[in-house]
């Protein structure tokens, strides 16, 4: 019989963070991540080194969030993790350990969608959002609207068609001689740049789509040409080139953002995903927020980017709806929200 106050171990492994968490009665009581520097002289993520690197680490990771938490297996109630999307090899790590352990102690497993926890992060600390909401994600792979009836009740409205904006973010940032993540230091130098300085066409899409490609195309032609005459061009003009492209990609999202909002007639708004770390976001999305009375909901970084705390509230959700996967349940690399 499902408790009301369960203790679940929630383990997240979909990319480049192995990560585990505690959470007793919908309370984080410990949150851990272990990430993988190994992918930054590859200027990207590589599968195969991603899935030994959570081969590695998973069991250091879990023990670390169980002593920090001060509870014994004996104690827990559920195991969740990340069913996907994400790798594939990185989710096997994270699946087989979680029936592992499950099978292990008797108790049930619960499967989650990586990007209805980016959601839910927005329900670890109060003030929690009310529902109906709008959930905007912005992440390395994913850039999706997403229609919230309540916390299992979730429908994408909009979604990139190419590039995710994290990845846009990174491939632009590389185009730059950034390493890999490229996104929070494009947010860092952006910080002394001027916003309007260079103009970048931004892609428009129909209705609530989203398109990441173009603009990255557009950047890299751009300072192609400013390099034929100046070598030097990119290093001179950093600071600028961070700050108006950050600002080319921050309106894009806000565009679809405002749109959805006159589609729905949702006015709460919840952003999630490591892109809702970026400082030009936050702080153009709550100028507009309070210019159109939006409510606006933006987790705390460490919940913004991949984590498994947001694993770890979306199974207790799913705990208290009865909601159990068997053994047999597979990592999905693509899988529907
Ligand atoms: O959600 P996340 O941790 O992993 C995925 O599920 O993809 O997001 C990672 C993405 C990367 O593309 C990274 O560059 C971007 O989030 N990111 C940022 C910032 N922090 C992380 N992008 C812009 N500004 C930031 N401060
Ligand atoms: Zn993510």
Redesign the pocket.
């Known amino acids: 019989m499902p408790k009301n106050n369960p203790v679940i171990l929630s383990v997240e492994t979909?990319?480049d963070e192995t990560a585990a968490a505690v959470i007793c009665s919908g309370k984080i009581v410990s949150n851990i991540v272990a990430s993988q520097a190994i992918h930054a002289e590859y200027g990207g993520i590589v599968p195969e080194l991603a899935a030994r690197a959570h081969q590695q680490h998973i069991i250091p990771v879990v023990q670390e969030a169980m002593q920090a938490a001060n509870i014994t297996r004996a104690e827990l109630d559920a195991v969740a993790f990340t069913q996907g999307p994400g790798l594939l090899g990185a989710l096997l790590v994270g699946t087989s350990f979680a029936k592992a352990m499950a099978f292990a102690l008797g108790i049930p497993l619960i499967a989650v969608h990586?990007m209805r926890g980016?959601i839910l992060a927005n329900f670890i600390e109060p003030p929690y959002p009310t529902f109906p909401l709008l959930g905007l994600t912005a992440?390395?792979?994913h850039t999706q609207l997403v229609l919230v009836q309540d916390h299992l009740r979730m429908e994408v409205i909009g979604e990139t068609q190419d590039d995710a904006i994290?990845?846009a973010?990174?491939k632009i940032g590389k185009l730059m001689g950034l390493s890999y993540?490229?996104?929070?230091l494009?947010?860092q130098y952006a910080q002394q740049g001027d916003p309007h300085r260079f103009k970048f066409p931004a892609t428009t899409m129909p209705h609530l789509s989203f398109s990441f490609s173009g603009i990255k195309t557009a950047f890299l032609y751009f300072i192609r040409k400013a390099q034929k005459e100046d070598p030097q061009f990119v290093a001179k003009n950093l600071c600028d080139l961070c700050a108006s492209i950050q600002h080319t990609l921050v309106g894009m999202l806000l565009e679809k953002l405002t749109k959805a909002v006159a589609a729905t007639g949702i006015k709460t708004i919840a952003i999630a995903?490591?892109?809702a770390?970026?400082?030009g976001l936050r702080t153009e999305l709550n100028r507009l927020a309070s210019q159109q009375a939006w409510e606006l909901f933006i987790p705390q970084l460490a919940y913004c980017?991949?984590n498994a705390a947001m694993i770890g509230i979306a199974a207790h959700y799913h705990y208290l709806a009865g909601d159990f996967s068997g053994l047999g349940v597979k990592a999905m690399p693509r899988i529907a929200l």
């Open positions: 979909s990319c990586h980016h992440s390395g792979g994290g990845e973010f990174d993540p490229a996104g929070p494009i947010d995903g490591g892109v770390a970026n400082a980017t991949d």
